[in-house]
């Protein structure tokens, strides 16, 4: 349009343009008609059609179709001066009379378009499923299915014109049945390992064939790993054709994104950074596009390792219940800060039967371990472990033993001489409840924990670790005995701390420490004792200098073949938190070792230290009775030190000396509760004298629901009780398979995963919401014909046997019709004197509208807004009119499609609607010019044989994106882009629908705010 008045209207491809100007004398809107004035509303409705020789003459070229159409030019005006003229009305009534006009019109409008809506609606169900079922499947990648049967029934299969996007929501809706196993196979894993599922100690089916199984999982972990790469490489060529046809075009580099995303160099290849540093004419399709490259990219280099280690169970150890527990203890007995002699030891004196004394089971260690060291050799080795028993459990022994270094180094030492064992009490507690645990998984009615490979019960427990160092001294009966103790505070490792199990320790001896009394016995022990003998030192003025919790002075009486020695010794005893574990597959025995017991002995000052009293230590060496001997002969002669028919090497005898005192140190703390026991009162036991009764209990023990997971209190204990005991917990864990999302690694696959599927259900909510779908350029042979069916251009130059620029892949690049046909061309190539885009998105475009979609008063579907961000005015303006257009959209009358043109029964009409960048707008009743950005939007819609219009696949739309809104004001240019598919010889007018916005001030005739 153009604001001029007399303006000679000018044709454009055979359609002759409409010229529309406002005048100021009546306030409504008019087009210009040589001066015939028509009211805009009715334009909407009124047809026009191409002028006879006779029409020219009465209406400047152009004349209403309607039964008006023979009245003169100045009747019509002198009709409308008459109705301003004769009925001057105030502003309130002209207003309520707009008002009520303008609804008449748009119910006008509405059932037209409900009406073409059940037209098009019969005509589009007519088509049959033959369309969709190829759709389908192309979409799948089987389509050679489709040509192989169309072959075997001798029916020929050719290439027909295709239409390039189709808008329908039942198609749409099918082509997204893709991403459908896809994403409900990774929405189950992650549900499955969210929650987490215990299988058993096999997998699921036949038995002894869980290799088999697992390479099955593997084999569907691949499928999936490629339906999940299909889906995202459909969702990117979405996007692309997209923006190659409607949009404003893409980089060169970014079209075969969709070929490119599965391998990791895309993200620094010339493609991608030539997409990166082109320049986008918007930024949010910018940074769109570029986000779903770099996120699909992501995805399809992860999913394929994150579905596969989700769909396989893991073999582990899984949380399978568990319970807090109580020892009829008190802390301070079950874990003493000071072992002292009571009257309850006496009886330990001697040696005897009673397990409850700190020598108990000694035995075991003169049998098991003290005998080994005789056996020493060059590169030899003794025990580190074995068990001794308890009341309800047999425990473990842990033992280090000091090294030498050189040629007498043993095979596995260490650089300091430790030894460790649990609690006798805590050991049996822990075999007590594994025994229950057992009983309940098998008794259970829920859960499948009674499949398993094995069970594990776990309980955190503080345990006693003792270290001993000691020094030889050979007596050369000059009467002088020179006490020298190791000073643990100077101890070092050769490698630096930690690497006690690499290292040599050297340690400095304390000579400070003198005591008449204590050198007469060991003196005299030592020219008069028949036997080996200690003796314990627990003076604070030796202790304290030597960093120690006891002293030792062991003494070997002179023989038929050694002189009288005796050893030095410093003790450090403590406590440390171990995790105690016993195993269903080996009943009653109870393990446990602290995690650094080889790296730093007992050297850490957050572990509680153990005082020993020398009166509590005489009980570690009970003396036999008949005999004037303690238990250190017979042990001392088994370890070869004393009296012994196989010697061991004298280089090892303050190791072996060593070993002695400190197991049967740690010995006697383990026992140090051994007569006290777990409280077994167990919560709703049907009958606690026989637990094979089962009760309530079982249904604590075991995870609520069978589910993997911790227990509840199986116990029924008063507070009173647990006042004066000790609470501890186990935990018991099943060995097996299991779904779970234990594990940092789990948790990054599945949120990959989660990534997946909410991109995947976004694009398929998008894709059926707008109704747009194709299946175009899926392919590189389908991009190859699209090339070929290209015409060249210089940008490409050089480039027939390679790219090695960067420049090349910036290049922006659009799909356009020429010829009938679609062609690739570069920005400064798709002049429209040729062809033009398949549709024209602007920037800021507020809306895609279907002619499936009818008015939402009616219940029907609206227009699918894709950008609400705009504004009715671009600011402020005081005292001002304002006219601003959404959308012109043109519609011929008359028209046929030609045979060639017709697909599926329909044909395209492809017009484009431009203007100048000059408009107009009016203030005080005068007009005013402004310029702007010219426009070009595509208007494609379909039409059938008989030349009914039908869907609107494209709308032209004028959105907001810049500071001054187009007002309607200015010259149109209509340019019919496909006049060869068209027969125009019946063309009998244009149709003109007009969509904007108005606002009246002051005393103008429409409402404030009024829509057009």
């Known amino acids: 349009m153009t604001s001029e008045n007399g303006t000679r209207p000018s044709f454009q491809n055979g359609l002759r343009l409409v010229h529309n100007t406002y005048s100021s004398s009546n306030l409504s809107w008019q087009s210009q008609l040589d001066g015939e004035a028509v009211s805009l509303e009715n334009m909407y409705a009124e047809p026009y059609r191409p002028t006879t020789v006779s029409d020219s003459n009465l209406h400047g070229g152009i004349s209403r179709s309607n039964s008006d159409a023979s009245d003169s030019v100045g009747s019509i005006q002198a009709n409308q001066r008459a109705r301003y003229g004769r009925r001057p009305i105030s502003d309130k009534a002209r207003c309520m009379v707009h008002s009520l006009r303008t609804t008449l019109v748009a119910q006008m409008a509405q059932a037209r378009d409900r009406l073409r809506w059940q037209r098009l609606q019969s005509e589009s169900s007519s088509r049959g499923l033959g369309d969709h079922f190829l759709a389908l499947l192309k979409n799948i990648g089987i389509t050679s299915f489709y040509n192989t049967c169309c072959k075997l029934r001798d029916i020929e299969v050719t290439e027909k014109p295709k239409v390039f996007m189709d808008r329908s929501k039942t198609l749409a809706s099918i082509r997204c049945v893709l991403h459908v196993v896809p994403v409900s196979a990774a929405f189950a894993l992650i549900m499955l390992n969210s929650t987490g599922y215990y299988i058993g100690g096999e997998l699921s089916g036949a038995s002894g064939q869980d290799a088999e199984k697992l390479a099955a999982l593997t084999f569907a972990a691949k499928l999936h790993e490629l339906l999940m790469l299909a889906s995202l490489g459909s969702i990117l060529i979405t996007y692309i054709r997209r923006e190659l046809a409607f949009g404003e075009g893409l980089p060169f580099g970014a079209i075969f994104t969709s070929l490119q995303f599965q391998d990791i160099s895309f993200l620094w290849s010339l493609s991608m950074w030539g997409s990166v540093n082109h320049d986008w004419q918007r930024r949010t399709t910018k940074w769109f596009i570029l986000c779903l490259m770099v996120t699909c990219t992501l995805l399809g280099l992860t999913v394929g390792p994150s579905t596969s280690n989700l769909m396989k169970p893991r073999l582990d ?72 028993s308890g009341q309800a459990s047999i425990r473990s022994f842990g033992m280090r033993s000091r090294n030498l270094f050189g040629t007498h180094e043993m095979m596995w030492g260490n650089a300091y001489t430790i030894a460790t064992t649990p609690l006798s009490v805590v050991a049996d507690s822990v075999a007590e409840l594994g025994r229950l645990w057992s009983y309940a998984a098998a008794n259970i009615d829920v859960g499948r924990f009674k499949f398993r490979n094995d069970a594990l019960f776990m309980t955190n427990a503080l345990q006693p670790m003792v270290l001993t160092f000691c020094g030889q001294t050979f007596y050369d009966y000059s009467g002088n005995i020179t006490l020298s103790f190791p000073a643990l505070g100077t101890a070092s490792l050769s490698s630096g701390p930690g690497t006690a199990d690499l290292s040599q320790a050297t340690i400095d001896l304390y000579s400070g420490f003198s005591n008449k009394t204590i050198e007469d016995k060991v003196e005299s022990s030592l020219l008069q004792g028949a036997s080996p003998s200690v003796l314990w030192i627990d003076d604070p003025l030796l202790l304290q200098p030597i960093d120690a919790t006891l002293a030792a002075i062991l003494m070997l009486p002179t023989t038929d073949s050694t002189n ?31 995690a650094e017991m080889d790296k730093n002995g007992t050297f850490h000052s957050d572990w509680p230290r153990v005082a020993l009293t020398a009166d509590w230590a005489r009980y570690l060496t009970p ?143 998008y894709s059926i919401y707008s109704g747009l779908s194709s299946s175009s350029w899926g392919s590189a042979p389908e991009i190859a014909a699209l090339a070929w069916n290209s015409a060249p251009t210089e940008k490409m130059a050089h480039t027939g046997a390679g790219i090695s620029t960067i420049d090349v892949y910036k290049h922006n690049i659009r799909v356009m019709q020429r010829d009938n046909k679609l062609e690739i061309v570069t920005r400064d190539h798709d002049g ?132 001054a809104e187009r007002t309607p004001f200015t010259q149109w240019t209509i340019r019919l882009l496909n006049p060869d598919d068209l027969g125009l010889t019946k063309l009998s007018g244009v149709q003109l629908h007009w969509k904007g916005s108005a606002r009246f001030v002051r005393n103008l005739s429409a409402p404030n705010g009024g829509s057009i």
Not at 338 to 359: G, Q, R, T, V
Not at 647 to 666: K, Q, R
Not at 849 to 874: C, K, V, W
């Open 317 to 388: 150890d899984w949380p399978a219940g568990g319970t807090p527990f109580w020892v009829n203890a008190t802390d301070s007995v079950l874990f003493p800060s000071k072992m002292e002699n009571s009257s309850a030891l006496s009886h330990c004196a001697f040696d005897n039967s009673d397990l409850a004394c700190p020598a108990g089971n000694w035995q075991i260690l003169n049998q098991d371990y003290y005998s080994f060291f005789p056996k020493l050799v060059n590169a030899g080795s003794v025990p580190q472990n074995l068990t001794i």
């Open 564 to 594: 009288p020695q005796y050893f030095t010794c410093s003790v450090d005893s403590r406590f440390t938190n171990v995790t105690l574990v016993s195993t269903r597959n080996h009943i009653k025995i109870v393990t446990g070792q602290p």
């Open 623 to 765: 003396e036999i009775p008949g005999t004037n001997e303690t238990i250190l002969s017979p042990i001392t002669s088994m370890a070869g030190i004393f009296n012994s028919s196989t010697p061991s090497p004298s280089y090892y005898y303050d190791i072996i000396v060593e070993n002695i005192l400190a197991t049967l140190i740690t010995n006697g703390i383990g026992r140090s509760a051994y007569n006290h026991s777990i409280i077994m009162d167990l919560k709703g036991a049907n009958n606690p004298n026989n637990l094979w009764d089962g009760g309530d209990w079982i249904y604590d023990i075991i995870p609520q629901g069978g589910n993997m997971g911790t227990g509840r209190n199986a116990f029924n204990v008063s507070a009173a009780v647990r006042n004066r005991s000790t609470q501890l917990v186990m935990e018991a864990y099943v060995n097996g398979y299991a779904y779970s999302a234990d594990g940092i690694t789990s948790i990054l696959e599945m949120i990959v995963l989660v990534i997946y599927i909410a991109v995947a259900i976004a694009h398929v909510c």
């Open 832 to 963: 429209s004197e040729k062809g033009g885009p398949l549709s024209q998105e602007e920037a800021g475009s507020e809306g895609v509208r279907t002619n499936l979609d009818l008015d939402q008063s009616h219940g029907e579907m609206g227009p699918i807004e894709e950008n609400h961000a705009y504004s009715y005015f671009a600011s402020i303006s005081n005292n001002r009119s304002h006219f601003h257009l959404k959308s012109l959209e043109t519609f011929l009358q008359g028209v046929v499609p030609r045979a060639q043109a017709i697909s599926n029964e329909l044909a395209q009409v492809n017009i484009d609607i431009l203007t100048p960048g000059v408009y107009a707008d009016i203030q005080d009743g005068k007009i005013f010019h402004f310029t702007s950005l010219p426009r070009q939007v595509r208007l494609t819609y379909e039409i059938d044989e008989s030349g009914a219009i039908g869907d609107t696949l494209v709308h032209a739309t004028y959105p907001t994106s810049e500071h």
